[in-house]
């Protein structure tokens, strides 16, 4: 079993005394305070915390961390306070041993929601002290080595959840030795016969003589370099084995498929003898095209640098070449862990990946501020933890890294969040795109923004990194309150219009008693409940004069619709009115007013709640666009769609798709265009029919628009 002194040993390489004499306290002091506990395996509860200290040891953590890792538990488990350990410790280590505990004494829903809750108190304790999330990774990484002792389904929660949190986070931070090491020992709990089979499947395909290979290969690369009298260490290795089953489960490949098994990490002690290397291992192994990554010139957003090429070995088996210096090697090892060994030797330069992590870090405070709720926050930080990134360049030269699969959305709130919130389009290495478009290594973006615009829902279908699905989310959610207690404002004055009144006019006693019959707290709050539709403005209008006869009400004025109202009005797809029709108001909950034709069939659905019904019309000037189908039927010659096409890109209107849904001598096509009343509408189906017409000025073909009405040219 491992002791505190064998620890004070190890600390005492790089501590002074009275730093290592602090952490012994430490731990005598938690020895006391975890006295009687026992663990899952019948061990004594403190050699938990003593495991964890072992582990910061090795990637040399300073003497606050230590002594935080030796008590991480003890506000958790114990009758100890922070206050307790403020006193004894001082006020650094009780924080990050309040930062790394859980909340152990509040009332849950679900698991997930108190998983959700822990992993915000400590992000949010990250952004404080970076050292708390270290000293959780190494807790993590002891809990995993000893999960043996737990139950079936407490081990399959816990190496999920380390899969999904804890092993991207130390890939963020570029601890990869923790990193493989948690996902390795998460794989086998969550799914140990797959961990077996694949095991045994790579142990034949490559054990018999991989010992003999690998040595032949490290003599074969030795012998090169020296050559060019270039010093270096090599280490041929096997790529850890859930690596291995990602790319098998990812791209759906078998091992034999999976190019890179094996790989060779060179550590040389100068820069540009990494260049030279890759020289050497080029013209010693065919390099594979497409296969070569300059992490040096373009490092990692964890600090992670690097030279990576695959080449074919003497076997003909492809295999992974990493070049890199020491201080890189210690850095892609250790990564954010690294800056304490380059702070505890006096070094003055700190590796570039503490900023980085700590960028990272404060990011998710802004996140977590915009969350809705501890849930979602997990949700949008989970989104952020890729491993793969790419690199794209703003129009000045400025690198932004983001995650695979990442949007010009993504790239703009990568650059500013009010960027992202602004932006209407953007180019591509100088072309328009999409925004919506997969971005690439390498190229160059342009976000175009304009004042007045605002971020649209339909950027949450392709937006994958956190900080910019947030900032949808919260621009939308206060949006969308505005536009509720807007809607509800006029909702509610139009009831109380029947009751010869207005809202400037209620006295502060009304507003109380309906505010606390709903149990709200402002009039907004019941304004914005209005245009929900979660309350009926004409009921509310009822509960605040009670004693008034209704043979006594006005008819309210209808409400007239201008279409600047906001995302809570919207119009039924089962009938599409346009601006021209007669039309009714549904109010739905939480979707607020859902406009029909006064004849669509589905309005007969509602009417068991009639007092959800709002007399609607049109504004004069309606500055709403509203998307329509029309299905034309004609005779099918040949130019007969581009002369349709053409008759309507001369007018102002915008066809958005096109589509034949049935070919044959009469055919059948679709266009979907955007129009802003009947007017256009009946203008549209005019010059369709126009050059539809036959040589003897006789019609023979037919336009109906899928709207309110069924039109038939004849």
């Not at 209620?506 to 505010?515: G, K, M, N, P």
Request: aromatic share 6%.
């Amino acid at each position: 079993m491992y002791t505190i002194e064998e620890l004070a040993l190890t600390l005492s390489q790089y501590l002074p005394y009275e730093q290592v004499s602090k952490v012994k306290r430490a731990y005598y002091y938690a020895e006391q305070a975890h006295d009687g506990q026992r663990r899952k395996s019948g061990e004594p509860y403190v050699t938990h915390p003593l495991a964890v200290a072992e582990i910061l040891s090795e990637l040399r953590m300073d003497c606050d961390g230590l002594t935080a890792a030796l008590l991480h538990d003890v506000i958790e488990d114990t009758g100890i306070s922070r206050e307790a350990l403020t006193e004894q410790f001082g006020e650094g280590v009780a924080g990050l041993v309040d930062g790394v505990s859980k909340l152990t004494h509040l009332e849950f829903n679900s698991q997930i929601e108190k998983q959700a809750h822990n992993f915000q108190k400590m992000a949010m304790a990250m952004a404080d002290d970076i050292r708390v999330i270290l000293v959780k990774l190494a807790d993590r990484l002891h809990n995993m080595r000893t999960l043996d002792a737990m139950p079936a389904h407490k081990k399959r929660r816990i190496a999920r959840e380390t899969l999904d949190i804890y092993a991207p986070i130390a890939n963020r931070l570029g601890m990869y030795n923790v990193r493989v090491d948690l996902e390795s020992l998460a794989f086998q709990a969550y799914y140990p016969m797959r961990a077996r089979m694949l095991q045994r499947a790579i142990h034949k395909k490559y054990g018999q003589q991989r010992i003999k290979d690998t040595q032949k290969l490290e003599d074969t690369i030795r012998s090169e370099l020296a050559a060019d009298y270039i010093e270096a260490s090599i280490s041929v290795r096997e790529k850890h084995i859930y690596s291995i089953y990602q790319k098998m489960d990812k791209k759906r490949r078998s091992l034999d498929e999976i190019m890179d098994v094996m790989g060779v990490r060179i550590v040389t002690d100068r820069h540009d003898s990494c260049y030279r290397i890759l020289g050497v291992i080029h013209a010693l192994f065919k390099p594979i095209e497409g296969r070569f990554k300059d992490y040096i010139a373009v490092p990692k957003s964890n600090g992670y640098q690097s030279l990576h090429t695959t080449v074919l070995g003497t076997n003909g088996i492809p295999m992974e070449v990493q070049i890199r210096t020491e201080e890189m090697d210690l850095v892609a090892n250790n990564g954010i862990a690294a800056h304490w060994a380059y702070k505890v030797g006096g070094t003055s330069s700190m590796p570039s990946n503490h900023d980085r992590a700590t960028k990272w870090v404060k990011s998710l405070l802004e996140i977590q501020q915009k969350a809705r709720n501890p849930v979602e926050f997990v949700d949008n930080v989970k989104s952020d933890l890729f491993p793969d990134e790419v690199y794209v360049f703003t129009p000045n030269g400025q690198i932004i890294e983001l995650p695979s699969g990442a949007t010009p959305v993504d790239f703009a709130y990568g650059v500013h969040t009010e960027i992202g919130n602004t932006c209407i389009s953007c180019r591509i290495n100088r072309r328009l795109a999409p925004l919506s478009t997969q971005l690439e290594s390498g190229q160059t973006v342009e976000i175009i923004t304009a004042k007045n615009a605002q971020p649209n829902v339909a950027w949450l279908s392709f937006a994958i990194t956190g900080k910019a699905r947030t900032n949808i989310r919260h621009y939308l959610k206060d949006k969308q309150r505005e536009n509720a207690i807007s809607i509800g404002h006029r909702l509610l004055t139009r009831s109380l219009n029947a009751f010869k009144t207005n809202i400037e006019e209620l006295t502060t006693e009304q507003i109380s008693q309906v505010l606390a019959t709903h149990q709200l707290s402002s009039l907004d709050d019941l304004l914005e409940s209005i245009g929900k539709g979660r309350h009926v403005g004409y009921l509310v209008a009822r509960e605040l004069f009670p004693n008034i006869d209704e043979d006594t009400l006005i008819t309210p004025k209808s409400f007239k619709v201008n279409g600047s109202e906001g995302m809570l009005i919207s119009y039924a797809k089962c009938c599409a009115p346009i601006p021209g029709d007669p039309i009714v108001g549904y109010v739905q909950v939480d979707k607020g007013i859902i406009i029909h034709h006064l004849n669509c069939p589905n309005v007969q659905d509602h009417l068991s709640n009639p007092e959800r019904f709002i007399h609607m019309s049109w504004g004069k000037e309606i500055e709403e666009e509203l998307h329509i189908s029309l299905i034309v039927t004609y005779i099918n010659e040949r130019g007969a769609v581009a002369k349709i096409a053409s008759s309507i890109s001369d007018t102002d209107f915008q066809v958005s798709n096109l589509d034949i849904i049935e070919r044959g001598r009469v055919s059948r096509l679709r266009l979907n265009i955007t129009i802003s009343s009947r007017v256009g509408l009946a203008d549209v189906m005019r010059r369709i029919k126009a050059v539809l017409m036959c040589g003897k000025g006789q019609p023979r073909n037919h336009c109906w628009a899928l709207s309110s009405s069924t039109f038939t040219v004849k």
